[in-house]
């Protein structure tokens, strides 16, 4: 079956670039009709939709992050890193990585119900 697992860094100073990885097992991210987004949860706070890399390739960012958001993929590892600029402590959070079957939005994409496989989180702390 399908397996995600996020990893990053932990903890980086503000200003650094924030870069987390998805690695896919059970499930090639080229499969037609799938869409891989990511997604964060700050303390207490609700989750935010940050952007998706289609099965094609073609990228979409929440509006809020698209200056400083950006996806690419490694098909050859089955993996989607995440790259965030300028990073302030309000970009402290819980970093997933989910897949679904219908094109996310900044609207509908912060809802669990709407993917059937998501990984476990992994946390990143900014602080200096």
């Known amino acids: 079956q399908v397996q995600l697992v996020e990893s990053g860094p932990g903890l980086l100073k503000p200003s650094q670039t924030l870069s987390v990885t998805c690695t896919v097992s059970g499930f090639s991210i080229t499969t037609s009709r799938y869409y891989w987004s990511w997604l964060r949860q700050a303390p207490g706070k609700g989750l935010e939709w940050m952007g998706a890399?289609?099965?094609?390739?073609?990228?979409v960012s929440n509006p809020s992050l698209r200056t400083r958001s950006s996806i690419t993929r490694d098909t050859s590892r089955n993996q989607f890193p995440l790259h965030l600029t300028s990073t302030t402590p309000d970009d402290t959070a819980v970093y997933y990585c989910a897949r679904s079957q219908k094109l996310p939005t900044s609207s509908s994409g912060a809802d669990w119900s709407k993917y059937s496989a998501r990984g476990q989180g992994t946390q990143v702390t900014v602080s200096s």
């Open positions: 890399i289609f099965y094609s390739g073609v990228t």
